[in-house]
T-cell receptor, first 115, second 117 residues
């Protein structure tokens, strides 16, 4: 079975500073990886995804993530955060190349950008 | 991009009544839709997976007779909370997967806040 760990439940960071949100996964088979963002009282929006190929994935709003197979990690980064980045961030994993549709979500990391 | 809508965005109902929540994919055909429940400050809990034209698959511990799911078309799925009680109060989010999505990514609706009094 697959699982996702987000070690940091809360991350406070000053505006214009860099940020890294950590995600580790566990799986015995190949997986697809995703990062979603959730603003208060809203649904989830896809930030970026890794399916295959280049391990550095660029997404929307200036975010990027790097897939590290040996460390089973998919950390999310942004070089300079804005107040508007304050939100909940979820890492997610899905078994690759199958019709099995279930996506496993991590517990989430609350990013707070301090002015 | 792929857009998923939910209606209503919030609803207040009395204990014992039933509530229907609609989930629509607006610009794509969704062969599979998912229903999640989210408690405050927590992650999403998958309730059920529905495929167009077939019965929904419920996760362990989710009462299928209480949470009725219908996926009658490629753009519409509904969740009906029957005989709602205060403990059913929660944020319900649907998502849809386009049949052509290679990575299986899901597109999420904005959520429905249900409050049962």
């Amino acid at each position: 079975a697959q699982s996702v760990t987000q070690l940091d439940s809360q991350v406070p960071v000053f505006e214009e500073a860099p940020v890294e949100l950590r995600c580790n996964y566990s799986s015995s088979v190949s997986v697809y990886l995703f990062w979603y963002v959730q603003y208060p009282n809203q649904g989830l929006q896809l930030l970026l995804k890794y399916l295959s190929g280049s391990t550095l994935v660029k997404g929307i709003n200036g975010f990027e993530a790097e897939f590290n197979k040996s460390q089973t990690s998919f950390h999310l980064r942004k070089p300079s955060v804005h107040i508007s980045d304050t939100a909940e961030y979820f890492c997610a994993v899905k078994v690759a190349k199958t019709s099995y549709d279930k996506v496993i979500f991590g517990p989430g990391t609350s990013l707070s950008v301090i002015p | 991009g792929a857009v998923v809508s939910q209606h209503p965005s919030w609803v207040i109902c009395k204990s014992g009544t039933s509530v229907k929540i609609e989930c629509r994919s607006l610009d794509f055909q969704a062969t599979t839709m998912f229903w999640y429940r989210q408690f405050p400050k927590q992650s999403l809990m998958l309730m059920a997976t529905s495929n167009e034209g077939s019965k929904a698959t419920y996760e362990q511990g989710v009462e299928k007779d209480k949470f009725l799911i219908n996926h009658a078309s490629l753009t519409l799925s509904t969740l009906t909370v029957t005989s709602a009680h205060p403990e059913d109060s929660s944020f319900y989010i649907c998502s849809a997967r386009e049949w052509r999505a290679l990575g299986g990514e899901q597109y999420f609706g904005p959520g429905t806040r249900l409050t049962v009094t």
